[in-house]
T-cell receptor, first 112, second 113 residues
Framework: GQQLNQSPQSMFIQEGEDVSMNCTSSSIFNTWLWYKQDPGEGPVLLIALYKAGELTSNGRLTAQFGITRKDSFLNISASIPSDVGIYFCAGQKADSWGKLQFGAGTQVVVTP | NAGVTQTPKFRVLKTGQSMTLLCAQDMNHEYMYWYRQDPGMGLRLIHYSVGEGTTAKGEVPDGYNVSRLKKQNFLLGLESAAPSQTSVYFC????????????FGPGTRLTVL
């Protein structure tokens, strides 16, 4: 069953605000991934994290791999209208190559 | 270079009917995956393949079968569709194992009445 708890479920923010979401698990993962899904499209990889404590940025996005290896967070700074979408975290365990477990997603709505 | 494509985009079935979803990738990837996405549950892995001629079960394989006769194609079959299989189905591919990026197709929205 699903082991990743992603929060918040949805966020309504104004353009220019920062966004923060996180993912927690009862299990240890050796890889954390963050995807974005636009309406009618498949998920697209935003950031990949491979090492506990790792902090990685991709433009206005920053993600961190938690020290305990059981959590990760994603920040979006200075949000813009095209940030609208559903953001998913995904984790991969050491003995489960390629088999990703996904969180339920965070719906982000940006208002002008 | 189309990436990952899925056919059809939409389909409506009656309970008990069968159908096959087609996934094709032109990136010469070894690994391919089928997921289903349901509201509030994220994506769940149905079946996957580590190469031509191989398939394996994922998290939710019951009611589905798959085949990988050609490296570029991965077929998902429903032999006797049930309303519980109403979902959006995504195919993905990756170059190899481990932490290689999975590239997703645009999805197939299936409704079973």
């Amino acid at each position: 069953g699903q082991q990743l708890n992603q929060s918040p479920q949805s966020m309504f923010i104004q353009e220019g605000e920062d966004v923060s979401m996180n993912c927690t698990s009862s299990s240890i993962f050796n890889t954390w991934l963050w995807y974005k899904q636009d309406p009618g499209e498949g998920p697209v990889l935003l950031i990949a994290l491979y090492k506990a404590g790792e902090l990685t940025s991709n433009g206005r996005l920053t993600a961190q791999f938690g020290i305990t290896r059981k959590d990760s967070f994603l920040n979006i700074s200075a949000s813009i209208p095209s940030d609208v979408g559903i953001y998913f975290c995904a984790g991969q365990k050491a003995d489960s190559w390629g088999k990703l477990q996904f969180g339920a997603g965070t719906q982000v709505v940006v208002t002008p | 270079n189309a990436g990952v494509t899925q056919t059809p985009k939409f389909r409506v079935l009656k309970t008990g009917q069968s159908m096959t979803l087609l996934c094709a990738q032109d990136m010469n990837h070894e690994y391919m995956y089928w997921y289903r996405q349901d509201p509030g549950m994220g994506l769940r892995l149905i079946h996957y393949s580590v190469g031509e001629g191989t398939t394996a079960k994922g998290e939710v394989p019951d009611g589905y079968n798959v085949s990988r006769l050609k490296k570029q194609n991965f077929l998902l079959g429903l032999e006797s569709a049930a309303p519980s299989q109403t979902s959006v189905y995504f195919c993905a591919s990756s170059r190899g194992q481990g932490t290689d990026t999975q590239y997703f197709g645009p999805g197939t929205r299936l409704t079973v009445l």
